[in-house]
C-alpha cells in the first residue's frame, strides 16, 4: 500500500501532522538502504514496479517483495509500543 495509506492508517494515534511526518521520515531513514530505495523510489519518485526493479537491477519479483517489506517495516516502526499503550 502506498505510504499515503499508511499515514492514513495512523490516524488512530492522535498525533498532529507535523509529529507524524517527522516519525514516517524516522521510519524511512531507519529502513536497510535496500529497503529504503525500493520505497523512496516507489512511493516519493513514483516509479512503476518494472522502472523500479530495472533502476534496483533486479526482477519485477525481487521489487515487488522489498517494496513490501520497506512498508511493512515502516508500519511496524509507527506502531505505538506496549510499554506506550500500557503507561
Known amino acids: ?22 516519525d514516517l521520515a524516522l521510519a524511512i531513514d531507519s529502513l536497510p538502504p535496500l529497503y529504503r530505495e525500493a520505497l523512496l523510489l516507489r512511493d516519493f519518485e513514483e516509479l512503476t514496479i518494472e522502472e523500479m526493479a530495472q533502476r534496483l537491477g533486479t526482477t519485477r519479483e525481487a521489487a515487488k517483495s522489498r517494496l513490501h ?15 506506550a499503550l500500557q503507561g
Open 1 to 22: 500500500e502506498p505510504l499515503a495509506q499508511v499515514e492514513d492508517h495512523m490516524a488512530w494515534s492522535h498525533r498532529p501532522d507535523d509529529e507524524l511526518r517527522h
Open 69 to 83: 517489506r520497506a512498508r511493512s517495516l515502516v508500519r511496524e516502526y509507527l506502531q505505538p509500543s506496549t510499554k
